[in-house]
């Protein structure tokens, strides 16, 4: 198992920028996938972006695409998500997720362990 904790939440005007983290416990970091993902008030839970195992392949979701980047750092136990340029429509808690399997795929479902979730607000 692993347990996730994101940091770096915020309040933040549009067009700024922010990075959040997830901290993830265990000795088998580097072989989850790890996603991002975020809920609106109102609304459904979505991706926004996920990483394999050596940080080579990703993907995001069409909203964040030139905006966002992930990351990982394998020596950390850490993936990033750098959120630059935000809008109010990017306002909603974020969540890390993991996934033990080497594929990269944007289903929330296919994630097994969740973070407690980071609040993100934009403001106009």
């Known amino acids: 198992q692993v347990q996730l904790v994101e940091s770096g939440g915020g309040l933040v005007q549009a067009g700024g920028s922010l990075r959040l983290s997830c901290a993830a416990s265990g000795r088998t970091f580097n072989t989850y996938v790890m996603g991002w993902f975020r809920q609106a008030p109102g609304k459904e839970r979505e991706f926004v972006a996920a990483i394999g195992w050596s940080g080579g392949n990703t993907d995001y979701a069409d909203s964040v695409k030139g905006r966002f980047t992930i990351a990982r750092d394998n020596a950390k136990n850490t993936v990033y998500l750098q959120m630059n340029s935000l809008k109010p429509e990017d306002t909603a808690v974020y969540y890390c997720?993991?996934?033990?399997?080497?594929?990269?795929?944007?289903?929330?479902?296919?994630?097994?362990?969740w973070g407690q979730g980071t609040q993100v607000t934009v403001s106009s």
């Open positions: 997720a993991a996934r033990r399997n080497v594929m990269v795929v944007p289903q929330a479902n296919e994630y097994a362990y």
